[in-house]
DNA sequence: ACAATGTTTCAAGAAAATTTGAAACATTTG
DNA sequence: CAAATGTTTCAAATTTTCTTGAAACATTGT
């Protein structure tokens, strides 16, 4: 079978039109040109995971939960209390809480207590540092 | 004009079936119950505003420009070299960014000069301190 | 096994965020 | 001032996220 030889396609990623901004030229060749700047970044993959892990805080009632937790776990039931919302709803945004490892909820006869985790906590404290 | 006497209303904020985990129950008792950690939580405008901090992080796109902008200041046409997409979008998400506070944008000649501001540094380190 | 309580799951609808392409705007250059 | 370049704005289409109510699941007590 005959080995594909490589297109001639023109490098589509990175061009832009040859005269930028003098300081910005310079900064930049200095700093390694377009490659060293994308080496700078993190991984697709990494990125997405972090805007994930955004994602699940970007919601007034998931950090109320979250809030809420941090001064002590507590049954669903407890939490509706805060919130005041519908049960199937508090579910939802408990899920999503517990997907990225802010939380997690244990069986408890009846109930199910929630906690905040470690790395809940670290999103409490990163969510302030925005904040301020 | 006769005064309106208060309704005898049933407290219809924070309620829930009298019996709790024993622990939760206690727990809460000690801390001031209901009110005390609906104290602690912080203010429903609070909340919004941080939720509105992690939204505009929570996409990869924004996170690519942000880790771009760290590197050194960028024209609006080497960040789309950077992710590749269309103007357009491009400015959608600029924009987004802007209006956090994360990124500044500086007319310069013909180009438009983006820039991470002190907000948008702190904004990537609780970002890395999320994903940890 | 059945009823009662606490919680989750599911599918459908509603709302919000994102993408797209065309048009507009701003600045520089001829 | 017209053309060229760089960027933003706008409305419509698309996608994603959120909400709702009904049904299901799990545990406990009878």
Not at 56 to 83: F, G
Request: some cysteine; glycine content about 6%.
């Amino acid at each position: 079978m005959a080995q594909k030889r490589t297109p001639p396609m023109k490098e589509k990623c990175c061009e832009f039109s040859k005269d930028l901004p003098d300081t910005i030229q310079k900064e930049l060749d200095k700093k390694g040109g377009m490659e060293g700047l994308l080496a700078r970044i993190p991984d697709a993959s990494v990125l997405h995971a972090s805007s994930r892990l955004h994602q699940a805080l970007a919601d007034p009632i998931r950090l109320t939960v979250m809030y809420s937790l941090l001064s002590q776990p507590l049954c669903v039931c407890v939490i509706k209390a805060v919130v005041n919302i519908a049960d199937s709803k508090l579910s939802y945004h408990l899920t999503i809480l517990k997907e990225q490892d802010f939380i997690v909820g244990e069986q408890q006869g009846n109930w199910i207590i929630y906690s905040i985790t470690d790395n809940g906590r670290q999103a409490l404290k990163c969510t302030e540092r925005l904040g301020k």
